[in-house]
């Protein structure tokens, strides 16, 4: 199983960079890449990431500030290989990173090698590539540099969505999101607040932490603590969402599950950290159609959250996602959706009807419903939802309110306010004052008028 070609060893590879001499200050990386064929494709794919980032490739260790060390461990033999390679590395320059099949095995790398500075397991590019940024930072270079610092984002200039972890370890029937993409797998505290801290830089007024599962963020890995801004961050949603308020910009959080510790969110929109702006996928409010869904949090008493929520936070705006028809739903059970809805009144509300998706277990359920049946229910959910909708948005005429600006013309500046997420929620258009706008500005308006979800406003 052993293929190590020449130029991925630093210590045997000295054509690697022969073309390119490193320029000054370039970040460079070694890597010895062990194992088959698959493990070499995640080798280059590791050093394209890193080569298109700006770093340079060291051909041997001592000019490397840290070694990839790609591991195999399909056989004894090549365990052994893989160990004995993290050691020379180790001793031969001592920054060392750990990736590769082996690297799935990391109680037993740490016990051999105590001193390796990370340990991810095969494809987990992402995770390399924090590893890297943690050991050796970037020195982003505009004039030659493939990339802007702040990466390649296809959102404006002035908001970024800041992903957290991957993957889900719910199983949630009509989902194929564990199946497809794993695991919950999170990112280092540290990493995710680099990247955040580089969007900062770069000008991004407004970050939106997303996931899949947002509150479980850390879990997988102990809610490990990683340096930034040198200080230990633990990696969970509280004391994430704490640090990334330090950055001064808008911070908003999205795939929120109720788990009893998201209380400890409320304080921190108090204190200007986050945005008081929770998006919980509730998907229904009827436990039964909860646990044959088998949602997280099934049985939680979210009435009752939602209230002692508003209590400590009244301006807090809630968002959520429902789903009508799912098989098996009684009219009884959508009447208590309905009810429900009324009662929590939420901010934003967005409604699917129940659809199979191939390789869903929801699919296998019974007492599929007729599509007449999800169109009428959806009808009556989105009239309820929208008579909630028009009532909020007519309570807030005469508020004055601070938007963040997304676009401008001739006409007018198109904004949101705290309560709206882009794509998703609703808008700000300001009619009048908005000469001198431009997108990313924050600032005051009154509103005038109101609609079902958008709101029409004056700069003042
Ligand atoms: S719906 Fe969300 S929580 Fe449920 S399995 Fe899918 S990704 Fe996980």
Request: charged share 25%; net charge negative.
């Amino acid at each position: 199983m052993k293929l190590n070609p020449p130029e991925l060893r630093p210590d045997l590879a000295p054509r690697i960079n022969a073309a390119e001499p490193p320029r000054p200050g370039q970040p460079r990386v070694g890597m010895v890449s062990l194992g088959c064929p698959k493990a070499l494709v995640d080798s280059e794919r590791i050093l394209t990431r890193l080569r298109a980032e700006g770093y340079a490739l060291s051909p041997d260790y001592q000019g490397a500030g840290a070694v990839i060390v790609n591991t195999c461990g399909f056989l004894d033999s090549a365990k052994a290989e893989s160990l004995e390679a993290i050691g020379e590395a180790l001793t031969e320059n001592g920054r060392v990173i750990v990736t590769g099949c082996l690297g799935a095995d990391e109680g037993l790398i740490r016990e051999k090698h105590p001193k390796v500075l990370a340990v991810t397991g095969p494809q987990q590019y992402e995770a390399v590539l924090d590893a890297v940024h943690a050991a050796l930072p970037p020195a982003p270079d505009p004039f030659v540099d493939l990339i802007p610092a702040a990466g390649v984002r296809l959102t404006p200039r002035h908001y970024a969505y800041l992903k957290i972890s991957e993957g889900c370890d719910h199983k949630c029937r009509f989902c194929v999101i564990p199946a497809m993409r794993g695991p919950l797998r999170s990112r280092p505290a540290g990493a995710v607040l680099r990247e955040a801290e580089r969007l900062a830089e770069a000008g991004v007024k407004e970050l939106l932490v997303i996931s899949q599962d947002t509150s479980a963020y850390g879990k997988d890995i102990a809610y490990a603590e990683s340096p930034w801004r040198g200080a230990a961050r633990r990696a969970h949603i509280t004391d994430l969402a704490s640090a990334l308020g330090e950055l001064g910009i808008w911070v908003r959080l999205h795939y929120i599950y109720p788990y009893p510790h998201v209380d400890r969110l409320i304080p921190l929109m108090a204190e200007g950290k986050v945005l008081p702006y929770l998006d919980i996928p509730f998907q229904h409010s009827h436990p039964d159609v909860l646990k044959r869904m088998a949602r997280p949090a099934a049985s939680a008493k979210t009435l009752d959250r939602i209230a002692a929520w508003r209590r400590e936070r009244p301006d807090i705006a809630l968002r959520s996602t429902f789903i009508v028809g799912y098989p098996g739903e009684t009219e009884a059970e959508f009447a208590h959706l309905l009810d429900w809805l009324r009662e929590a009144r939420l901010d934003r509300v967005g409604c699917f009807k129940y659809e199979n998706v191939a390789g869903a277990r929801a699919n296998a359920l019974e007492g599929h419903l007729p599509d007449e049946v999800k169109e009428e229910r959806y009808a009556r959910f989105m009239e309820v939802s929208q008579r909630i909708s028009e009532e909020k948005m007519a309570a807030r005429v005469g508020t004055r309110i601070e938007v963040i600006v997304d676009e401008v013309d001739d006409e007018g500046a198109v904004a949101r306010s705290k309560m709206d997420a882009p794509e998703i929620d609703g808008q700000v258009f300001i009619d009048e004052g908005f000469a001198g706008l431009a997108p990313g500005n924050i600032v005051e308006v009154t509103i005038e008028e109101a609609a079902e979800y958008d709101l029409w406003a004056r700069r003042t």
